[in-house]
């Protein structure tokens, strides 16, 4: 398995003629896409979870929303869409990665669980459940590393209520689109000077611990060859492994 995805251009580099890819460092847990409506979030969601799969990392996807974007996916086990969106945070805290703390999973193969619109999810829920989840959101965020089991999370803007100091444990952060003074000076606050805050659809940041901030652009693919790739990445039960395989 490759260590890091290259999913984005550099924007300068590109201007000049030049295409150069930028890298994701999975050995960097957990990812954040923040845009807004209309900034190609889940063009790029797509192709990074796609390159994912092609470096041999398994999917668990959310979508609240559960409109078209991820609809490829309505037959898949662990495809979770509206109010089945909390069996997800159940089956990735209480299954997956409790199976590997315990020992019972000795496999440390990457696993990335994605979820499309978290914020609007939690917005939605009372606050019972909502405190329910945003615990398992912080245990899976500061345990995953560990067990390589990452989150990605896709959604308009960086809710810190949602995250609290769990966010902390997000390493990566794609910004696209244009984006407010708000969301610059919670996220690129050492570079407002310089960074530009109007981005057209598909352009922006990519922000990782520890490098130099890039200005991105997402480049063009084929939507269906993605999506093929996703499905085919994602996660089996063993129970489902045994079944395919009669």
């Known amino acids: 398995m490759t260590s890091v995805i290259n999913a984005v251009l550099d924007a300068e580099l590109l201007r000049r003629g030049i295409y150069f890819p930028l890298s994701v460092d999975l050995k ?17 969601t797509q192709l990074l979870l796609a390159k994912a799969v092609l470096s041999s990392a398994k999917l668990v996807v959310a979508d609240y929303k559960g409109d078209l ?11 979770y869409r509206f109010e089945r969106v ?23 193969s990457l696993i990335i669980c994605f979820i499309d619109e978290m914020s609007a999810y939690f917005t939605m829920l009372e606050k019972k459940e909502r405190d329910t989840r945003i615990r398992q959101l912080s245990r899976i965020l500061m345990l995953g590393r560990s067990f390589n089991i990452h989150v990605w999370i896709s959604q308009q803007r960086p809710d810190a209520e949602y995250f609290g100091k769990s966010r902390e444990n997000i390493h990566n952060i794609l910004l696209l689109g244009s984006f407010s003074k708000e969301v610059l000076n919670m ?6 000077d310089v960074v530009n805050r ?6 922006g940041y990519l922000i990782s611990s520890g490098e130099v901030t890039k200005e991105i652009v997402v480049p063009r693919y084929n939507v269906a060859k ?5 499905l085919e990445g994602m996660y089996k039960s063993k129970s489902s492994e045994a079944v395919d395989s009669e």
């Not at 089956?91 to 999973?105: A, E, H």
């Not at 996220?187 to 407002?192: F, G, I, T």
């Open 28 to 44: 960097k847990p957990h990812l954040a896409i923040f845009g807004s409506s209309g900034s190609g979030k889940t063009y790029a």
């Open 69 to 79: 974007d991820f609809s490829f996916l309505d037959n898949d086990e662990h495809f």
């Open 86 to 108: 909390g069996l997800f945070f159940d089956f990735v805290s209480d299954t997956l990665l409790r199976n590997r703390q315990s020992g019972q999973d000795k496999c440390r």
């Open 187 to 192: 996220l690129l606050s050492d570079e407002k």
């Open 198 to 203: 109007k981005h057209s659809r598909g352009k």
């Open 226 to 230: 993605v999506q093929s790739k996703i």
